[in-house]
Each structure stands twice: as structure tokens, then as C-alpha cells.
């Protein structure tokens, strides 16, 4: 079946340092990947996403990049904020037989950038 | 501003009520789904809708009814309520399916059941 496996948080970082969220994902089809993230008190924004093996998706100064070979969609950033501190889930979208287009999240990594 | 609306965005119910939370979409978008988030578990699918008048069921559905009337509609009921389904509803939607373009979230509704 469709999952997906992400770094379990939190993760606390100091203002420009480099952040590194692991995000591992198993499919049965040719899946599309996604990172969204979720401000406190708000609901999931797309962040960024790739739709095939290879493919980099980037935004604001993060990115990611959809390996076949590990199965990974790791989210970059080289100098994180403080306003980059959010909620971060990592996402997986597949076509089944039994329910079409589906979606799945990972758990979610809660990031903390201090001054 | 285009997107998905959800109402209330906090309640509060004594066990055994009923009530219904509102999604709607001005997107024109097919699918629409609800997710509860919890502590620790992510996002969980409740139900799912791939176009007016179908519906059909997500992984933890038990407890909650959804229909589909219009595009732009897609409530969700709780039929009544329990402590257990205290946890933040979102409801998103996507066009041409979610593979390429990944879902739109509403706001979301803080549900409290006491």
C-alpha cells in the first residue's frame, strides 16, 4: 500500500542555520509528492512539489527533490527564519483501483527557528 | 479571496449532540475530502467526494455522514458527538484530481466534545 514516513520532531534550530526534514515514502503506482506546511492556527498550505522521479520542487528557499532509487522526498533549506517556524507534513498523492486519487500524510515535523 | 471556507472555526458540544460542520469551495473543484488532525497521527482521512452525489469513505469514518448536493458543497455531520472526535477538522478540495495538484485546505474548525 501507500505511506509515507517522516522525521519525528521537534526539531529546534537557530536563525540561519541549515534544516534537513527526512521524508521517505512507499507507493504502488507512480505517485506525486508534496510538502505542506501548516502555520500556527492555520490550515495546510502547499509548500512545494514534484510530480515525477528526478523532478526538484522549490519555493521560498526551500526545496526537494523526488528520488525513485531511495524512495525519498527530503525537504532543504539552506538559512531558515524565525518565520519559518511551522508544522511540516510530507505528502504523497496515487492512484488506487479502489479509491481513485488518494492522498497521504506523514505525521508531520514541528520546526522551531530561535533568534 | 478564491478557496475553501470552513464554519464554525470553534465549537464546543456536549456528548450525544449533533451537529454539522460546513465546507464549501468557489473553485469549481471535484474532489473534496474531510481530515481530522490529532496529536501525533497526521492527518486522517474521514470522507471523500469525487463529484456531486458521490461520496464514499476514508479511514476512519465511523461516527460522521457526509453528502455531496452541489460542486461547491460538502458538509460534514456528526451524527453524536463524542469525547474521541475532539480534534481540528480540515476540509480541502483539488481539481483534476489530487496526483498533479495536490489539495487546497480550508482553515479548519477546533472541535471540542465534553
Known amino acids: 500500500g501507500n505511506s509515507v514516513t517522516q522525521m519525528e520532531g521537534p526539531v529546534t534550530l537557530s536563525e540561519e542555520a541549515f534544516l534537513t526534514i527526512n521524508c521517505t515514502y512507499t507507493?504502488?503506482?507512480?505517485?506525486?509528492l508534496f510538502w505542506y506546511v501548516q502555520y500556527p492556527g492555520e490550515g495546510l498550505q502547499l509548500l512545494l512539489k514534484a510530480t515525477k522521479a528526478d523532478d526538484k520542487g522549490s519555493n521560498k528557499g526551500f526545496e526537494a527533490t523526488y528520488r525513485k532509487e531511495t524512495t525519498s522526498f527530503h525537504l532543504e533549506k539552506g538559512s531558515v527564519q524565525v518565520s519559518d517556524s511551522a508544522v511540516y507534513f510530507c505528502?504523497?498523492?496515487?492512484?488506487?483501483?479502489?479509491?481513485?486519487?488518494?492522498?497521504?500524510f506523514g505525521t508531520g515535523t514541528s520546526l522551531t527557528v530561535i533568534p | 479571496n478564491a478557496g475553501v471556507t470552513q464554519t464554525p472555526k470553534f465549537q464546543v458540544l456536549k456528548t450525544g449532540q449533533s451537529m454539522t460542520l460546513q465546507c464549501a469551495q468557489d473553485m469549481n473543484h471535484e474532489y473534496m475530502s474531510w481530515y481530522r488532525q490529532d496529536p501525533g497521527m497526521g492527518l486522517r482521512l474521514i470522507h471523500y467526494s469525487v463529484g456531486a452525489g458521490i461520496t464514499d469513505q476514508g479511514e476512519v469514518p465511523n461516527g460522521y455522514n457526509v453528502s455531496r448536493s452541489t460542486t461547491e458543497d460538502f458538509p460534514l455531520r456528526l451524527l453524536s458527538a463524542a469525547p474521541s472526535q475532539t480534534s481540528v477538522y480540515f476540509c480541502a478540495s483539488s481539481s483534476t484530481g489530487t496526483r498533479r495538484n495536490g489539495y487546497t485546505f480550508g482553515s479548519g474548525t477546533r472541535l471540542t466534545v465534553v
Open positions: 505528502a504523497l498523492s496515487d492512484v488506487s483501483l479502489d479509491t481513485g486519487n488518494q492522498f497521504y
Open positions: 507507493a504502488t503506482g507512480y505517485p506525486s
